[in-house]
T-cell receptor, first 114, second 113 residues
Framework: AQSVSQHNHHVILSEAASLELGCNYS??????LFWYVQYPGQHLQLLLK??????LVKGIKGFEAEFIKSKFSFNLRKPSVQWSDTAEYFC????????????FGTGTRLLVSP | DAGVTQSPTHLIKTRGQQVTLRCSPK?????VSWYQQALGQGPQFIFQ???????QRGNFPDRFSGHQFPNYSSELNVNALLLGDSALYLC????????????FGPGTRLTVT
């Protein structure tokens, strides 16, 4: 069965620090990859997605992620975080079969101190 | 353009009771998926509805059932509630054709006592 691992459960950074959140998935076939963000008191929002093509994808709010097929990884990065990036981040994957079931990781809670 | 809406926002039930949660998809979307998010966990897929039929199901018991109406809105029903059913229940909608992107609602927080 598919699974998604997010190794960092809690991350604390100061403003302007660089961010990298790890995500690994287990599935040998073609997949679509997503990062969702959940700001305090808000619903899940899509940050970025990868379906095919350039493995470096850019999302909203200065976030980017790199798909490395050989490592089954899709790590999220941001060069300089802001206090407003404090949120929970979820990596998710679905099989590229037309069925949209998403398998989520357990999430990484990011706290950015001003 | 309204996004995905869910009702109620919060709900408290007693063990053994039954509950119905409701979801209205984003305008133009015809597919609705339900997820359960337990505290400290990522959302887990319950099932997906399209054309009023269950299209795909996750690893949840038959106590969890659903329905989709002709206007694409959906209900999630849970019978014989257990303490472990306490969670945030999320509804997501998407257009079946094209993008795999799903849009999530704010969720219903269910507490079972």
């Amino acid at each position: 069965a598919q699974s998604v691992s997010q190794h960092n459960h809690h991350v604390i950074l100061s403003e302007a620090a660089s961010l990298e959140l790890g995500c690994n998935y287990s599935y040998g076939g073609t997949v679509n990859l997503f990062w969702y963000v959940q700001y305090p008191g808000q619903h899940l929002q899509l940050l970025l997605k990868y379906f095919s093509g350039d493995p470096l994808v850019k999302g909203i709010k200065g976030f980017e992620a790199e798909f490395i097929k050989s490592k089954f990884s899709f790590n999220l990065r941001k060069p300089s975080v802001q206090w407003s990036d404090t949120a929970e981040y979820f990596c998710a994957v679905n099989k590229n079969t037309g069925f949209q079931k998403l398998v989520f990781g357990t999430g990484t809670r990011l706290l950015v101190s001003p | 353009d309204a996004g995905v809406t869910q009702s109620p926002t919060h709900l408290i039930k007693t063990r053994g009771q039954q509950v119905t949660l409701r979801c209205s998809p984003k305008s133009g979307h015809d597919t609705v998926s339900w997820y359960q998010q337990a505290l400290g966990q990522g959302p887990q897929f319950i099932f997906q509805y399209y054309e009023e039929e269950e299209r795909q199901r996750g690893n949840f018991p038959d106590r969890f059932s659903g329905h989709q109406f002709p206007n694409y809105s959906s209900e999630l029903n849970v019978n014989a509630l257990l303490l472990g059913d306490s969670a945030l229940y999320l509804c997501a909608s998407s257009p079946l054709a094209g993008s795999d992107e799903q849009y999530f609602g704010p969720g219903t927080r269910l507490t079972v006592t």
